[in-house]
C-alpha cells in the first residue's frame, strides 16, 4: 500500500463512522452499526478511490460517497446472504440473523441498500445518471449469482462454466463496478471505464478462486477459517468441479460419495484433499487463477495513461491475488 | 376517475408488463413477476403522475418510470413484510414465502427494490438528485416503520401517538413521496412540493385508519379479509388503543383478557367489537379520520394553482376515505 491508499483507507472508515445512523428503532439500525463495525478489508471501496485517483480526479473526497455506497452495498448483501446461507459467523463473530433474528436481518439489510443509494445521491449531479446506471447493473448481477449459487447447491449438473458464471455475478462484478464507478468519477473515457472494469472482473474471479485454494490448502490460521470448510460444506467450488471432471469413474464415485454425507468430517476432508492431491487440481486451479490474473493485467495495460499511475492497481491486485488470508 | 386517469392507469400497466424481467435465474425472477400480476390498486404510482400533471409537466410519460419506481419498491416491501408477518395470502393469493420459501422471498424482494432504482435512474438527470433523495427518504422511513410495527406487537405500552406516528411512516409517507416526486417532474416549487407531500401523508394517515375501522366495520365480502382478522392478531389498531385509552378498569381488563388469549375466536370477536361499540370507538376513529382529511384538504388548498386542476386528487383522495374495499 501506498501513503496515498493508507489515506483513502482513513477516509473511507472515517466516512463509515461519521454515518449519520440514527439509534432508534434500535432493532433497525444497532445490526447495522454491529455490521459496520465487524471490520473487514475495505477493499471495495478503496478500488473506488484508486480508480478515481487513476483518472487524476481534482479531490479524492469527492468520490468518497460512492465508494462508501460500495460498502454499504457489500455489507446488505453480506446480512442477507447469511441469512440464506444460514451461517452462524461473519468474521469471526455472529452474523446479525444469529445475534439478533431472521427478521431483523431482513430489514436491516433492505436498510444498509437503501443507505448506499443515500450516499450515491451524493455524487456529482452530472455524473449521477451514468453511476446509478453502472450501480444497478451491478445489484441486480450481484442478486443472480446469489439465486445461482443457491441453485447449485441442489443440483448435481454445475458444470465449471456455469461455476465461473455464478461467481462472476455474485463477486466479481461488483469490484469491476467499485472500479467503474470511481473512473466515472474521475472523468474516464467509456473505453477506459470498461478496460478498469474488465480488470475489476477478472481480478474478482481470480480473487475467488484463490478463496476455493485457501479453503483446501491455505494455513487456517492465517485464514481464520476452519479448513475443509468448503468440502464439509459440499460447496461446489471450482476445485471440486475440476476434479469431478477430471476423475476417473472410481475416484468420481468416491467424490460422490462424500458429498452425499455429514458422516466422519475429518476423514472426509482428507478424502477428498487427497483425491485433489492424485488429479492435481491444486496446480489446475493456480493455472486457471493465473490465466484470469493475465486477463486482467491486458485490461488493465489498455488504460490510457501513464504506466507508473496504475501500479498501486496492479500492487493490489497481488495482493489480493497472493493473499494467504 | 377521469378520462386522463384511466389512461395514466394504463400507462402505469403497461409499464408493469413491459419491463424487461430476465427468465434466469428463474427462482428470482418468477416471484417477481407473479407478485407483479396480482394486480392491486396501483394508486401509488397514479398519484405520481397526477402530481407530475397538476403541475402541467409537458408529457405526463416523462413520469411514467418514477410512478414505476413507486410501485416496484410498495412491492418490495409487501413481498419482505409478508415474510416478516408470516402472512399466508397477498391479494387473496399465496405469499410469495409460501409459494416458494423465505429465501426466495428475501432475494426476490432486493432485486425488486434495485428494480425500483433502474426505473428512478431513466428520470430527467436536472431532476435526478432532488427524486432520489425524496425516495431515499421515504423508503428508509417505511423501514422504520415495519421495525415500529413489529416493535409495537411485543409491547404493552404503545400509545395512541406511538400508532400514529408508527402508521405514518409504514403507510403515510409513502403516499406523500409518491406525491412529491411527481410534483418535482412537474417543476413544482419547493413550497409546493412539500404541500402536496403534506396532502398525501395526512390522507395516507387517514386511509390506515379507514382500514382499521374496515376490518371491524366493514363488510367481509366487499372488504375481501376475514371481519376481525386485526383483533384474532392482537394487533394494536387504532381501535384497539383507543378502546384501551376510554375504558373503565372493568372494560381494559376484559380487553387484556381478550388480547392474551387466541382460545374462542367468534367470541373474541364478538366481545371486542361489544366493548368498541359500548365505548363510541367508531367515531372516535371516524373523527380522528375526519381530522386527518381536513388536513389533507387543507394542504392542497395552499397549493399555487387554480382549484380545477385539483379537482382529480380531491376525488382520489374521498375515494380513498370512503372505500369500503
Known amino acids: 500500500m501506498t501513503g496515498d491508499t493508507s489515506t483513502w483507507q482513513q477516509y473511507i472508515n472515517r466516512g463509515l463512522a461519521e454515518l449519520d445512523i440514527p439509534s432508534v428503532p434500535a432493532m433497525l439500525y444497532e445490526p447495522i452499526r454491529y455490521m459496520l463495525t465487524l471490520g473487514g478489508k475495505r477493499i471495495r471501496p478503496l478500488l473506488t478511490l484508486m480508480a478515481a485517483d487513476l483518472f487524476s480526479i481534482p479531490d479524492i473526497r469527492q468520490a468518497v460517497p460512492a465508494a462508501l455506497a460500495v460498502e454499504l452495498f457489500h455489507n446488505f448483501s453480506l446480512v442477507h446472504d447469511d441469512i440464506m446461507d444460514q451461517a452462524p459467523l461473519r468474521r469471526g463473530k455472529q452474523t446479525v440473523h444469529e445475534k439478533w433474528n431472521a427478521n431483523v436481518a431482513i430489514l436491516s439489510g433492505d436498510n444498509l441498500l437503501i443507505m448506499a443509494y443515500q450516499q450515491l445521491a451524493k455524487c456529482p449531479a452530472d455524473k449521477l445518471p451514468a453511476i446509478l446506471e453502472t ?23 454445475v458444470s465449471i462454466a456455469d461455476y465461473l ?3 462472476q455475478l455474485k463477486t466479481s462484478v461488483l469490484l469491476g463496478g467499485a472500479l467503474k464507478i ?19 472482473v ?25 479448513r475443509g470448510g468448503d468440502i464439509l460444506a459440499n460447496k461446489k467450488t471450482y476445485l471440486l468441479l475440476s476434479a469431478l471432471d477430471a476423475a476417473d469413474v472410481e475416484t468420481r464415485s468416491i467424490l460422490h460419495k462424500w458429498m452425499e454425507t455429514h458422516d466422519q468430517p475429518e476423514k472426509k476432508i482428507n478424502e477428498i484433499t487427497a483425491a485433489y492431491n492424485d488429479l492435481g487440481i491444486r496446480q489446475t486451479t493456480e493455472s486457471a487463477k ?9 485490461a488493465l495495460d489498455k488504460i490510457s495513461c501513464g504506466k507508473n499511475r496504475k501500479i498501486p492497481l ?12
Chains 1, 2 share one sequence.
Open 135 to 157: 450501480f444497478n447493473t451491478v445489484a441486480t448481477q450481484v442478486c443472480e449469482g446469489q439465486q445461482l449459487d443457491m441453485d447449485f447447491e441442489a443440483s448435481s449438473t
Open 314 to 325: 496492479q500492487t493490489m491486485a497481488q495482493y489480493l491475488l497472493d493473499r494467504s488470508t
Open 182 to 200: 470511481g473512473a466515472i468519477l474521475g472523468n474516464a473515457s467509456e473505453p477506459d471505464a470498461e478496460h478498469i472494469y474488465d480488470f475489476g
Open 165 to 167: 458464471h455464478m461467481i
Open 202 to 226: 477478472n481480478v474478482g474471479i481470480a480473487f475467488q478462486l484463490q478463496d476455493d485454494l485457501l479453503d483446501v490448502y491455505g494455513d487456517p490460521e492465517q485464514f481464520g477459517k476452519q
Open 290 to 298: 493465473q490465466s484470469y490474473a493475465t486477463q486482467a493485467y491486458t
